[in-house]
């Protein structure tokens, strides 16, 4: 199955998201931790949502795309479907 180049993308950016997120509440945490403990996990629980938001939306932009490949081609069935019935 050939992949487009949006797909390439939309899967590495995934990819750096998901490295993100992990790294990133590892830093938010040791950033707030002279803050004490509660806090430092409370900003970190706060990054790693945003992190999650931002996955969301590259998932959903993924599957809306797949959507519209399949419209595509169930758009191309039916007009081959409508031709030959015409003939």
């Not at 490295?19 to 004490?36: D, E, H, P, R, S």
């Not at 931002?54 to 998932?59: C, F, G, N, S, Y």
């Amino acid at each position: 199955m050939k992949r487009s180049v949006f797909d390439k993308i939309i899967s590495f950016l995934l990819g750096i998201s998901w490295a993100f997120i992990v790294l990133g509440a590892y830093i938010v945490f040791k950033i707030f931790l002279f803050m004490g403990v509660s806090t430092a996990l409370f900003f970190s629980i706060l990054f790693v949502l945003f992190g999650l938001f931002l996955i969301l939306l590259l998932e959903t932009m993924l599957t809306y795309r797949e959507r519209l490949d399949e419209s595509k081609k169930q758009t191309q069935l039916l007009q081959e479907i409508r031709d030959a019935l015409a003939e």
